[in-house]
């Protein structure tokens, strides 16, 4: 395989907010991660892949993809018990947020989840430090929803709404609790650190009101987002 476990791996999880929901946090994860920066410089192709992302994505080496599933399936069934014949199939994406916060759709400006099946997983692996922001998990606190289910998330939509959630002054990136959002958990970045959790968790990344919103995938806020899905 193309890519080596790192021999300094560690990792630690948690269980976090009133849900107890797991939180994987992977440290050193893959031996010479530079060679996914310089993969993503020679072969850039970053578009918008979706109307949500605030920034610019790009397709993860295949390799990589095999990597995940090849060296986190332990991990990924004692914590998540995810076992590998209940993944149907999984992604990567190369990530980089681009957009300043007064072009954010408000939407943009709350946690969010990646999807509201259960069971799915999402992965954030940090190709930059820690002065580029980590990530958050949240609570709503109107409705006290940390995971949003396909049984609740009319609900709260209609909450969100209801509340003023989605009315600024002045629009801004999550960064922290707030009046609607408690934060229950934070991740700084960290070159070469990747952290796991379900895909239905309300979660932001930490961008700051002072964030260099850089093009350059040697300065800005790269990350690999891989997303595992589970079979229904």
């Not at 849900?19 to 920066?37: G, H, M, Q, Y």
């Not at 002065?131 to 995971?147: C, M, P, V």
């Not at 070159?191 to 300065?219: C, E, K, Q, V």
Request: with cysteine.
């Amino acid at each position: 395989m193309k890519y080596k476990l790192h021999p300094a791996l560690d990792y630690k999880f948690y269980l976090v907010g009133q849900e107890k929901t797991p939180l994987l946090v992977i440290d050193n994860f893959l031996s010479d991660a530079e060679s996914l920066i310089d993969f993503c410089i020679k072969n850039t192709s970053f578009n918008r892949v979706d109307n949500f992302y605030p920034g610019l994505r790009m397709a993860a080496p295949r390799d990589y993809l095999y990597a995940i599933n090849h060296y986190l399936a332990e991990l990924l069934e004692n914590i998540f018990d995810l076992t590998p014949d209940k993944i149907a199939g999984c992604k990567s994406l190369y990530s980089m947020v681009m957009t300043p916060p007064d072009k954010l759709d408000p939407p943009q400006c709350l946690p969010h989840i990646d999807s509201y099946l259960s069971g799915d997983l999402a992965c954030v692996h940090y190709l930059c430090g820690k002065e580029k922001g980590g990530t958050s998990l949240y609570r709503h606190r109107k409705t006290g929803y940390e995971k949003i289910t396909s049984e609740t998330i009319d609900h709260y939509k209609h909450s969100v709404v209801n509340e003023g959630a989605l009315e600024f002054e002045k629009k801004a990136y999550m960064n922290g609790s707030n009046n609607y959002f408690e934060q229950i958990a934070s991740v700084d970045a960290m070159f070469n650190r990747m952290i796991i959790y379900p895909s239905n968790i309300l979660h932001s990344g930490n961008i700051a009101p002072d964030f260099n919103f850089s093009t350059d995938p040697l300065n800005g806020r790269l990350t690999l987002n891989s997303f595992i899905y589970s079979k229904r």
